[in-house]
């Protein structure tokens, strides 16, 4: 345990951190960066769990959040983790044994996770204590600090989205590669944000859905090539320009209106080297 931190970023999450927190053993330091800069959350958390430090930022997004974090860890591990995340801390050592197995040469390590799409969330096969993957998810990430700086950490550029992917990616270029263990299993209680008025979760999936193209379309542009990208992501435009119209001359559903006018937005923005700009107010 003196060996690893904890990592967390959370946004708007005062529902889940503090029950989050008491699962985490009292020996392990946990550094939390608080992207909605509410300083009673951050009293309220520091007076009650004395290993744990949080600082107060003003919504800079996942990349810098955690890029700032992994400067303050100290030890030769850390372990990035949302806190929507059910997870046995106990299994902690065996990303342990499995860096040291690996001669600690790996970008990161991640856990199973339970009840998910097999489609849109890849892992390795569920006989294999463990096994190679082209990344892990962001949400629970095993690394090693001095790997991690190698690397040159997370692109400040992601704001949300794939901003661990192209962590995965770059770091082969070193020679590093991602892993998976079957032997620690995770499971989402679902996102983390919690917004307390309608209207707010409504701007907080439309400002997810310009997120969400901007970043693949820059991960794209950015691992292989412009033409790539558009190439790659032209069914996407399409299928989108057709939505928005749709729900545009639907006037009742103003829902979906937006959804598909924001994804657009982000798709075009990213197309035009824009930087992810938009925010939630």
């Known amino acids: ?96 044994e499995l860096a040291k197995i690996l001669k600690d040469n790996f970008a990161a390590i991640g856990p199973r996770f339970l009840d998910v799409k097999e489609k849109s969330h890849k892992q390795i096969k569920k006989y294999k204590d463990y096994d190679a993957i082209n990344a892990i998810h962001g949400s629970c990430m095993f690394i090693k600090k001095n790997c991690f700086e190698k690397i040159g950490g997370f692109d400040d550029n992601f704001f949300l989205y794939f901003e661990e992917t192209e962590y995965c990616n770059r770091a082969k270029k070193f020679n590093l590669l991602s892993y998976q263990t079957n032997k620690v299993e995770v499971k989402s209680i679902g996102r983390s944000v919690k917004m307390t008025k309608e209207r707010d979760e409504d701007k907080l999936s439309n400002l997810l859905s310009w997120h969400f193209v901007w970043s693949k379309f820059y991960f794209l542009r950015k691992n292989y090539n412009y033409m790539y990208a558009l190439v790659l992501c032209l069914p996407l435009m399409i299928r989108t320009i057709i939505k928005y119209f749709i729900f545009k001359y639907l006037k009742k559903d103003k829902k979906n209106f937006f959804k598909y006018k924001y994804r657009l937005s982000g798709l075009f923005n990213s197309m035009m080297g824009r930087k992810s700009s938009l925010r939630i107010d």
């Open 1 to 96: 345990m003196s060996d690893i931190s904890i990592i967390i970023i959370t946004y708007k999450s005062e529902s889940l951190i503090k029950d989050f927190l008491k699962k985490i053993p009292e020996k392990i330091p946990v550094i939390i960066v608080e992207n909605s800069n509410n300083l009673s959350l951050k009293d309220d958390i520091e007076n009650n769990f004395f290993n744990v430090k949080v600082y107060l930022k003003d919504n800079i997004g996942v990349s810098r959040a955690l890029n700032f974090a992994a400067n303050k860890v100290i030890t030769k591990y850390f372990l990035q983790i949302s806190p929507d995340i059910q997870l046995n801390f106990n299994k902690i050592e065996i990303f342990f």
